[in-house]
């Protein structure tokens, strides 16, 4: 059974999302996700321009004419949202967390998927699989992962990137699209992540917030660490302290963008205190020009 509160909360985003989908992103992801593959559509008779190789011999040879296939560009997919749920993602300076934003984000692309008949599945993760829906289509499917999304009780608030990436090579038999949506606070995960993007159309949403970038000037500052509840006081009235932090910060950024580039995989980054709608309107944009 659904909270009420959960429930009004899914159906807000819904009614959101659809109205987004049909007016912006629908179409929008048609064109950036095309087909994987062409499939068998009819033969008919060979005309002037064809190309020899397509023509079917068999059926020439049963109707004493020449006959060529004709292959049509396949359309249905499948879309595998693979969401880290670790404690990193209950942090957000400004009005929402990071896991909030991740699950709007999945909502619209998986409103954008159904609209075009794909089939739809769920992985989450922390140090291991939380959770895995196989894919399916419409829209009661879709809802059921919205509300795994905002609901689903991790037992782990630590990130292993690399176990939900093997996890997806298992569980994908065909080349699919695969949106990782994560902060990437994790290391040594390139070479999973290479094996998913060599065999799937894969794109990271990058979450970031602006208080993980830049401490503020506020003296004495107590910081706990998500994932492991460590403890750590510093002193933000230092400048010192304050560039460290920040270059670090910005260290790790870069190395995520360095590993998501050598992987082959396209980055949308998401700021917490920027909203998400105008970085994914670029992304689409930018795919439908290539």
Known sequence: MIPKELFKKIRKLEIRTKGLVSNIFGGEYQSAFKGQG???AEVRPYQYGDDIRSIDWNVSARYDDTFVKIFE????????????????????SSYKFKREIAAEICAIVAFSAILNNDKVGLLLFSDHVELFVPPKKGRRHVLRLIRDLFAHERTSTQTNLSVALNHVVHVLNRRSIVLLVSDFMDDDFEAPLRAVARRHDTVAV????????????????????????????????????????ATRARSRCDLVEEVLFRSRVDRIPIHTDKGYIEPLIRFFRYRNKG
Do not use: C, K, Y
């Not at 560009?73 to 957000?92: P, Y």
């Not at 993980?212 to 509840?229: C, I, R, S, Y």
């Not at 750590?232 to 302290?241: A, C, K, M, N, P």
């Open 206 to 245: 990058h979450l970031l917030d602006p208080r993980e970038m830049e401490l503020p000037e506020v003296g004495l500052l107590e910081l706990t660490d998500a994932e492991t509840d460590e403890n750590i006081v510093v002193d933000t009235s230092s400048e010192r302290v304050r560039t460290a932090f």
């Open 73 to 92: 560009e396949e359309r249905e997919q499948t879309l595998l949202l693979v969401v880290d749920i670790s404690g990193s993602g209950d942090f957000g």
């Open 38 to 40: 062409m499939e068998f």
